[in-house]
């Protein structure tokens, strides 16, 4: 049976609060996915063009249709491969947040895991082209990582300690007792 963490209330609050940030990603994947593939029906492309094209500033009119153009010019193997991708990510921002709403250890080790491996990826994409949400979305990443990090070392140190202390420690051995 999976070890469950016994966290007081405010580190139970703070571990849903993640999870819930966890979940929050699984509903972007799996929209996107679906998004993605709605690109594989006959004349989806044209529409999501002529779209495209009405959109009222120039920069989300160049974003949109250089995704557009990396999805649909490549092919509906690259919208497949990349629908693919997108629902792994939510199967396993859902693992990370369902046991991080559980309160299991080993969520939070994996949730430090991978989202620790995502952050020098971030912090390229900001040197490159800094945005607010890309910003905004590693720091709280760091924020993430630092906090469960700082729960499993401060848990190894409890749990340290505790092992150092057991009950047969406390009871005076009959052998030397004086009378």
Known sequence: MAETTTAAPGDRRMLRLIAVFKLGKVVLC?????????LLAPGAPERLDDWIARLPLAPE???GQHILDAFVTRG????RLAAGVALGYAALFSTEGIGLWLG?????????????????FEIYEISRRPT???????ILNLLVVGYLVWRIRRDRQKSSSAVGKSPESEVES????DP
């Open 104 to 120: 299991k250890h080993w969520a939070e080790y994996l949730t430090v895991v991978v989202t620790g491996t995502g952050i020098p």
């Open 76 to 79: 509906p193997g690259r919208i």
């Open 132 to 138: 607010l949400l890309s910003v905004g979305s590693l």
């Open 30 to 38: 799996v929209a996107g996915a679906v998004a993605l593939l709605r």
């Open 61 to 63: 009119r160049r974003l």
């Open 174 to 177: 009959p052998v030397t007792r």
